[in-house]
């Protein structure tokens, strides 16, 4: 599992741009990990904090909803 908080939108969430071309750490420790045998990566975003302040509580939120959907299948 693979965790990553960023202050911008980088993972396509909705109402913003698709960047997850830029996001090139998850890429890259997916690819390594891969050439070590590890196939089942699973990976949760925590972004947009920076960008948007006001709703850190509900980007929080979201967040940890998505963990425990991830938590409980991985």
Same mark, same amino acid.
């Given at each position: 599992?693979?965790?990553? &908080?960023?202050?911008?939108?980088?993972?396509?969430? $909705?109402?913003? $741009?698709? *960047?997850?071309?830029?996001? #090139?750490?998850?890429?890259? /420790?997916? #690819?390594?990990?891969?050439? #070590?045998?590890? =196939? !089942?990566?699973?990976? /949760?975003?925590?972004?947009? #904090? !920076?960008? @948007? $302040? @006001?709703? =850190? $509580?509900? /980007?929080?939120?979201?967040?940890?909803?998505?963990? !425990?959907? *991830?938590? &409980?299948?991985?």
């Amino acid at each position: 599992m693979h965790l990553q &908080s960023a202050g911008g939108f980088y993972a396509n969430e $909705p109402g913003h $741009p698709d *960047l997850r071309q830029m996001n #090139m750490g998850n890429a890259y /420790l997916k #690819m390594n990990l891969a050439i #070590m045998g590890v =196939t !089942d990566y699973q990976s /949760l975003f925590v972004e947009g #904090m !920076d960008n @948007e $302040p @006001e709703n =850190t $509580p509900k /980007l929080q939120q979201a967040a940890f909803a998505k963990a !425990d959907q *991830l938590g &409980s299948t991985f």
